[in-house]
């Protein structure tokens, strides 16, 4: 009731906002008529005209103000352009198909390109021609010069779009660019150069990221700013899309992998758990058919653990007693008093996998068996304890201790790897099916996105994952990663002064539109009335029924030539299909992942009569259909849907690929109990007992209404959890975001900076008074230590300060800072005047960058490790969030110092040239120099600069100085725990990682 009375408002605040556009549409079409006796000329003057007269404007605030006025007449001038397209039947090329210009915006087009410019969503039904909606808004703002943004879902679109609306803005004298995933950076600055710039958002993202987070001078950024950008299939994108982060990783600097050793072994093992679950699975099939439920149902439960996968329990699972028998048993062992019972459970497996936390373990046996001599093996020693043993030896000099230590350090770390690479590789082995979650392409693991299909050449799975599945695949095993930057898509998108989007499918996100990215939605109503029958779900009980129903009605429409489109969740299920209809000797046409070379043409065949198309869901976006002869008689486009998708919107999406324009067109859904969906979350429960009353036999299905609502409400509760999930990804991303606004804008404050010594100064100003206070205790009641100041000054400067020439403890800490500050500067202006100075300028850039970089990434490392340690403290009754966003804002308050610190330490190591710096060297007291002369060159400077010599030896000057005696006094705080890699496994023996553990950021 509720929800039909909001309905109620909501729909009438939607049409009295869409009403109140009409007149402007009115307006727009008058102006239009004004226009057709211009001459092509005349028309695109305008354009330049316009655009001098923004340019004149300097306020991009005032700058929108004149947009507003001059709407009706822009929008006008697009229409009359597309008007004269159509009448010349202007022909060219897209994606290498030929095309015909035949479109004049519809008034609800019109509609539609006013909500866009007001930064809203515009909903408008599949098919409804939202590519030409987005030329009157895209035209209007990249008058501004600034640059207009079009953002789809893949390159494919991206392209498509760029040379098929290219035509009009060409015509209309504006430029238009295309960024796709191969161009090198050169190319990408042109395109972004354009006045308007198609592309996907993965693209625009990753771009950012380099260009903020990577380039090291303006040349090197290919982005121009962030004005005006539409997002298309703006729910793909800002919904979907959204839990993963853009991520760019480079090769991490160490890697120590043994999977390739391990992969035997592991192989073996795997075998034998699935002979040892199979056998189980028989045992408890004759407990079934002893009628011992329950014992059958114990017996499942452990080859669920053990092999989730196991055919013989996907089929158990259909049965809806002995899945009651199953689900019944593993919430018994789920309760607490029963932890031990479980523990016992799962010791009589190799190992256990679980396939919703994606996680593997070995138990005794399995480490047995992987070991023999020494399952201990694959137990971290308890490393505290050995080390406080061999403290207390007293045996032991000094030194043995040490080199002891170091031994059992490098046992520990060798364990380390060794469990990780195993649970890696079981999981590799378990989880991870090639043709599903992954391909082999130039023997590479090539991942595929789990909702569109798309192979995503470049990612990889982190922490060793992708080492094991190359392993696993006998391919080339690749170093293992780091990330260097991320951000997530919606925190890009944030950057964009004006946002605007659109998709047919946004209503049912409406909320999270408003409440996250506070962008409206407004529903523009259809040109025509559609015309697309729904049919039921066809629900069967297993997938091999499920697929011949499917086959069975394919056939029957492809005997009456009508067009097929059918759509599948994997590349897998393509295959399978494909397979089947082969030996149905029906042709077809797959569209998935590994052939989308030839994704434009197979769409534009898809139509023509008797065509059968089987696609991954991929198509089921954006990809337009059209009607070959004779098909609007049969019906139009059949849809068929082979799987019900997690999320409603994509289901519609598919849906939507039929019946456009007007056209009619048909779409059914096929169901079955084996499908993801259905087992994961809960719908089969509900229909097993439905299905129980009806009495379904085999290769019988179900069809009614009520059903399709019980598959919705399982898509409700995933859509729930995705929900929760983002919105959690997006709180934890917002600290980080702040965090890095602030590095990048540094960044880019460096980079473009023309007097790079008013930065460098600057740090001098902030670090030396910080680092001078530490020492003499400013703010605490502490003896001040000179002798630690002494040493940290003579160790990064080339002061050459003595007790008696400082004289520190005659001043106050302020006025030893400011003593400090200018002799720094003194130093550092001789050793810069022996340098060239626009090499001078390049090098301070680099020092400061170099310090942003490596601290930046290091941070981004740590602050991973925070994120995964808060949840832990999430069972404290300590809120996460709250815990990362406190620890967060330390860390960072301290990564800025530690800039800062890294810059002053580098300032007299780093030299654009050799010669200049002897020179300096030269210049210095006597009894600085002794016979240290620079060492050899190291890689960690500028490449572009001849031969740069970081001078590692300013700290032995500085040693062998005055200053040396007392020098030794302040060494710094020696390491008291062993050095253990933060993803491995913590020492303490809890069994979670290091960082997760003792290791985690405190
Ligand atoms: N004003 C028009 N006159 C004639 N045909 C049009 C017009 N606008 C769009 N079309 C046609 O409608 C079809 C669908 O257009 P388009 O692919 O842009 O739809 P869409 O709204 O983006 O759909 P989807 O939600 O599936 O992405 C195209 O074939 C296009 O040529
Ligand atoms: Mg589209």
Known sequence: MVSWILKKILGSKNQREIKRLMPIARQINELDEQFKPLSDDDLRAKTAEWKTQLAAIPELPDQWKKLDEILPEAFAVVKNAARRLTERQHTFEVCDQPMTWNMVHFDVQLVGGVVLHRARIAEMATGEGKTLVATLPLYLNALTGRGAHLVTV????????????????????????????????????????????????????????????MATTREQQVQRGY?????????????????????????????????????????????????????????????????????????????KLGQPRNKQLLRMMEDPEKRRAIDKAELSFYQDTRKEELFALKEELFFTIDEKSNEADLSEQGRTFLNPDDPDAFVLPDLISEFTEI????????????????????????????????????????LFEKDVQYVIEENKVVIVDEYTGRKMPGRRWSDGLHQAVEAKEGVQIDRETQTLATITIQNYFRLYHKLAGMTGTAETE?????????????????????????????IYKTRREKYNAVINEIKESHTKAQPVLVGTVSVEASELLSRMLKREKIPHNVLNAKFHMQEAEIVARAGQPGTVTISTNMAGRGTDIKLGPGVTEKGGLMVIGTERHESRRIDRQLRGRCARQGDPGSSRFYVSFEDDLMRNFGAADRMTKIMERFGLEEGQ??????????????QKRVEQRNYLARKRT??????????????????????????PRKLIYEVIDEAVPARVKEYLGAERDEEPNYTGLMHWVNTTFPLG??????????????????????????????????????????????????????LWQEHLYAMDALREGVYLRGYAQKDPLIEYKTEAYEMFVELMANIKNEVLHNLFRSTSNLQAFENFLATLPQFLL?????????????????????????????????????????????????????????????????????????
């Open 154 to 213: 893949n390159d494919y679109l991206a392209r498509r779009d760029a040379e098929w609306m290219g035509e009009l803005y060409k015509f209309l004298g504006l430029t238009v660019g295309c960024i796709q995933h191969d161009q090198p950076p050169d190319v990408r600055r042109e395109q972004y150069a354009c006045d308007i710039t198609y592309g996907t958002n993965s693209e625009f993202g990753f771009d950012y990221l380099r260009d903020n987070g």
């Open 227 to 303: 004005n005006y950008a539409i997002v298309d299939e703006v729910d793909s994108i800002l919904i979907d899309e959204a839990r993963t982060p853009l991520i760019i990783s480079g090769p991490a600097t160490v890697s120590t992998h043994q999977y390739d050793k391990w992969k035997p072994l592991v192989e073996q093992l795997v075998r034998k758990q699935n002979m040892l679950c199979n056998r189980l699975a028989s045992e408890a099939k004759e407990a079934f058919d002893k009628n011992d439920i329950e014992a059958g149902g114990l017996l499942m439960f452990k080859v």
């Open 391 to 430: 403290d207390l030896n007293p045996a032991l000099s000094n030194e043995e201790k040490e080199q002891a230590k170091t031994e059992r350090q490098q046992i520990c770390d060798a364990q380390a790897e060794r469990i990780h690479n195993i649970s890696q590789l079981l999981r590799a082995y378990c």
């Open 510 to 538: 409406a909320a999270e539109f408003h409440d996250i990215y506070t962008l409206d939605v407004n529903v523009v109503p259809t040109n025509r009335p559609v015309r697309r029958a729904d049919y039921n779900d066809r």
């Open 701 to 714: 299905e179900l069809e009614h209404p009520w059903l399709n609502k019980s598959v919705e409400t399982a």
């Open 730 to 755: 997006l709180d934890f991303d917002d600290v980080m975001n702040n965090q890095r606004e602030v590095v990048y804008t540094y960044r880019n404050d460096t980079i473009d900076s023309e007097e």
């Open 801 to 854: 300060l003595t007790t008696e020439k400082a004289q520190f403890e005659t001043r106050t800490a302020d006025e030893n800072a400011q003593f400090l500050i200018e002799k720094i500067k003194d130093a550092y202006e001789r050793k810069s005047s022996h340098e060239e100075p626009t090499a001078v300028k390049s090098l301070e850039r680099y020092i400061i960058l170099n310090a942003i970089d490596r």
């Open 930 to 1002: 002794r016979e240290h002369a620079p060492i050899a060159p190291t890689a960690n400077a500028p490449s572009r600069m001849r031969e740069p010599q970081p001078v590692g030896a300013m700290a032995a000057i500085a040693e062998n100085g005055d200053g040396a005696s007392e020098v030794k006094l302040d060494l710094p705080v020696r390491r008291a725990m062993p050095k253990v890699g933060r993803n491995e496994p913590c020492p303490c023996g809890s069994g979670k990682k290091y960082k997760n553990c003792c290791g985690r950021v405190a």
